[in-house]
């Protein structure tokens, strides 16, 4: 066997043939296989002699490559520092005083009293080598049974040497194992180095409180008041020492999504003061109609090692309401009369810009009155990029409007979810505005030209149309015992509040004077109103009648009465009924 020296070219000991077998085994030693493994590839040549008398004839060779042990498999040696976090693969000097333990593993092969090596590469502060040679292959670097027999060796790492590090330099551990009693390292085994990233500096357990700028208080918690940050906010994060290599990660826990953004992660800086922006959106989506609370903590993260900060909690006000616009319609202010008379097709309603609007947030506007249903005329409507100046041009249903008793008040309402939610009930409310509306009144005109009666009727007695001239009026007729009544039905303003009837028409006395009067008679509940009697007059005059009652939401009637059995005739020309 011939192959490396130092072990791995033994002297194999004759034996004598077997005659029955035909065949001869030959032990080749643990201690010479180790002595042929190396960092790389070897070569061992194998040859036999038969010697038969005075003769002796030699075999071919076998050559065999010795590969190396896998570096996955040198991996599996326990090579640390005990003091170092495994995890983090931090050695921090503040947090012991003294040596460090170095702890060796065992391998394959490990064979006392084999010499070792165990070196450390480290840098110093101004990145000048910095070496420390633990064991040298001679004396008692080398292994020795209870090593073997507890799995591991343990020994001290000078204090002195660890305080020549640098904070934030690489400290590595080279080990290497010979493979025989060989003292040259050059043949030794060489393991996979361990790396520890040093840290000098002591890292305290908690850092201090952030401070949010825009807010009010000391300590933890504080208040926002939102208006204090319409462009968003500043968190600050102030300690000593700072160094440029710590690496600051602020964390916002507020409303899901936006109230929650990630904030970009940042390096120290050397003045001991880095600042990080929130976005107003952020700001937005923590605001509601009472207050609300979000948290601003942050972590650093020095030589690996990570540690987070006292938590700040931050109570966000509402924004006042003396703050946010109101919906205006028509340009009418709150508190203003919505003129439909002057005001052609729907009316529009607009709001102006409010703080914080943003792309995406959702708004509600309703209009409201007593005995109606509400009128939505926006319904979770989503702010476009195109209306972060406030919303224009949204038609309010003029049908609606022309519902409204003039004396009855409507409310405005507006509420918007500044986080962009879809749920109503996480929205802000506005100040509502208050209009009263005045209505187009309804104007009913009968001349009776070309004989139309328009609907009119004779009741209880009788009446007819005269022509006299160019003109056709209506002229009643006595029937004993009757009332002559000229009535007309009004049944088709079922779902609109009238509080306001105005009669007027052209009449004149034929004879002598009669108990003429109006007649309003409201339905259900068939309220009656009597206008004054007609005064006497024998040439055409007007008579004006106006009925101001509680709300008629029904149908109605009116008539022209004659109350008496005189039998003096009235005529009637010109009748215009006005419903307010």
């Given at each position: 066997m011939e192959g490396e020296g130092d072990g791995g070219s033994?002297?194999?000991?004759?034996k004598p043939g077997n005659r029955v077998l035909q065949e001869v085994v030959f032990d080749i030693t643990r201690d010479a296989i180790h002595a042929n493994i190396r960092d790389r590839d070897t070569t061992v040549v194998f040859t036999y002699a038969v010697t038969r008398g005075d003769d002796t004839k030699h075999s071919a060779k076998l050559t065999v490559k010795v590969k190396p042990i896998p570096p996955d498999e040198l991996a599996q040696t326990v090579l640390k520092l005990n003091e170092a976090n495994e995890a983090t693969r931090v050695l921090d000097l503040t947090r012991f005083t003294g040596d460090a333990t170095a702890h060796v593993g065992v391998w394959a092969f490990i064979t006392a009293p084999y010499p070792v090596w165990l070196r450390f590469l480290g840098?110093?502060?101004?990145?000048?080598?910095?070496?420390h040679l633990l064991f040298n292959g001679a004396g008692q670097s080398k292994v020795n049974p209870t090593w073997i027999s507890t799995g591991k060796i343990e020994y001290p790492l000078p204090r002195t040497y660890l305080n020549g590090l640098g904070n934030g330099t690489t400290l590595k551990m080279e080990f290497k194992a010979a493979v025989s009693l060989s003292k040259v390292e050059a043949k030794a085994l060489s393991f996979p180095l361990v790396e520890y990233i040093v840290n000098t500096i002591e890292i305290p357990d908690q850092y201090p409180l952030p401070i949010l700028t825009e807010a009010t208080g000391t300590g933890s918690p504080v208040?926002?008041?939102?208006?204090?940050?319409?462009?968003?906010?500043t968190v600050s994060v102030a300690f000593s020492p700072m160094y440029t290599t710590d690496k600051i990660k602020v964390t916002m826990v507020g409303t899901s999504g936006l109230g929650s953004p990630v904030i970009a992660e940042k390096n120290g800086l050397a003045g001991g003061v880095?600042?990080?922006?929130?976005?107003?959106?952020?700001?937005?989506?923590?605001i509601g109609k009472a207050n609300k609370t979000f948290t601003l903590k942050y972590e650093v993260t020095r030589a690996g090692v990570t540690r987070s900060s006292l938590i700040l909690t931050v109570t966000v006000t509402p924004i006042p309401v003396s703050a946010l616009p109101q919906v205006i319609i028509n340009r009418v202010p709150h508190n203003g009369l919505l003129d439909l008379n002057t005001i052609t097709g729907n009316p529009l309603a607009a709001v102006l810009k409010w703080p914080f609007i943003a792309?995406?947030?959702?708004?509600?506007?309703?209009?409201?009155?007593?005995?109606?249903?509400?009128l939505p005329v926006l319904t979770n409507y989503p702010i476009l990029s195109s209306e972060l100046n406030g919303l224009t041009n949204k038609p309010v249903s003029?049908?609606?409007?022309?519902?409204?008793?003039p004396d009855d008040p409507i409310s405005v309402e507006i509420k918007v979810t500044l986080d962009g939610s879809a749920d109503v009930s996480r929205a802000v409310s506005f100040a509502p505005t208050t209009y009263k509306v005045k209505r187009v009144p309804t104007v009913d005109r009968t001349d009776f030209s070309n004989y139309d009666w328009n609907e009119w009727r004779n009741v209880g007695a009788d009446g007819a149309l005269i022509k006299e001239g160019t003109n056709i009026y209506w002229r009643s007729i006595s029937v004993p015992n009757r009332l002559p009544r000229l009535s007309k039905r009004y049944g088709y303003f079922n779902h609109i509040s009238i509080k306001t009837i105005e009669i007027s028409c052209d009449y004149r006395h034929e004879f002598f004077a009669n108990d003429t009067v109006f007649r309003v008679i409201t339905f259900p509940g068939?309220?009656?109103?009597?206008?004054?009697?007609?005064?006497?007059?024998p040439t055409w005059r007007n008579m004006k009648f106006t009925v101001s009652g509680p709300s008629i939401n029904g149908s109605f009637?009116?008539?022209?009465?004659?109350?008496?059995?005189?039998?003096?005739?009235?005529?009637?020309?010109?009748i215009v009924v006005t419903i307010l």
């Open positions: 033994p002297d194999i000991p004759a840098r110093t502060k101004d990145n000048v080598s910095h070496e208040t926002l008041a939102p208006l204090n940050a319409q462009n968003g906010g880095v600042t990080f922006d929130i976005p107003k959106t952020a700001i937005a989506a923590n792309t995406g947030q959702r708004v509600w506007i309703t209009l409201n009155a007593s005995g109606h249903e509400p003029r049908d609606w409007l022309q519902k409204i008793p068939r309220a009656t109103y009597d206008s004054p009697t007609f005064p006497y007059s009637s009116v008539d022209v009465y004659i109350q008496n059995l005189t039998g003096n005739s009235t005529s009637i020309d010109n």
